[in-house]
């Protein structure tokens, strides 16, 4: 049961435009997200995060924006730029759980186009 | 210091070999986690320590074996491993596992071979 999913495996858009990333989470336990760009052959890399108090949070580029009726996060990445191009997984925790483990989805993979 | 390094990068290892890979950080965490990653398949939780001591083993078969010799260091032990173990390992730290805002900080993996 995948209680994380990333529908979208691919996502294409030209430089300069907005990119936007999707989440679903199915546990409403879930009470902490996490967004994380991984390049290949590299670990993942944080890049922004959420609580379930807040339902938008922004970083420069990077805002996520969490509707928790919906059990939906998306990620906004404005504007786009090709170094941007890479893998990009969603993640959960439960702070109830105090076990620091993460569920991640599947990943979608990012292409920024010149 | 703000990095988790791993060594080695890169592992080739015969099934009958044992070898160990090796996690540091220098930021002062005290949770430490061991992955696995496949190709083109999110990050698997493999274990957990929390002050040292194992918290968290996701049923992960015994020839492999964690360590965490102190707050900084974190080893996976690895023994008679299986072809398909092959995989890109990731070492990552957190703060500790108890609160929110306890972003995990990863390495850049051991991309393992099993031959």
């Known amino acids: ?114 | 210091d703000t990095e988790v390094t791993q060594t080695p990068k890169h592992l080739v290892m015969g099934m009958t070999n044992k070898k160990s890979l090796k996690c540091e950080q220098h930021m002062g965490h005290r949770a430490m986690y061991w992955y696995k990653q496949k190709a083109k398949k999110p990050p698997e939780l493999m274990f957990v320590y929390s002050y040292e001591k194992l918290s968290i083993n996701e049923s992960v078969p015994s020839r492999f074996s964690p360590e965490c010799p102190n707050s900084s260091l974190l080893n996976l032990h690895l023994h008679a491993l299986q072809p398909e173990d092959s995989a890109l390992y990731l070492c990552a730290s957190s703060l500790h596992t108890g609160t929110n805002y306890n972003e995990q900080f990863f390495g850049p993996g051991t991309r393992l071979t099993v031959l």
């Open chain 1, 1 to 114: 049961d995948q209680q994380v999913k990333q529908n979208s495996p691919s996502l294409s858009v030209q430089e300069g435009r907005i990119s936007i990333l999707n989440c679903d989470y199915t546990n409403s336990m879930f009470d902490y997200f996490l967004w994380y760009k991984k390049y290949p052959a590299e670990g993942p890399t944080f890049l922004i995060s959420i609580s379930s108090i807040k339902d938008k949070n922004e970083d420069g580029r990077f805002t996520v924006f969490l509707n928790k009726s919906a059990k939906h996060l998306s990620l906004h990445i404005v504007p786009s730029q090709p170094g941007d191009s890479a893998v990009y997984f969603c993640a959960a925790s439960a702070f109830a759980s105090n076990t620091g483990k993460l569920i991640f989805g599947q990943g979608t993979t990012l292409q920024v186009k010149p």
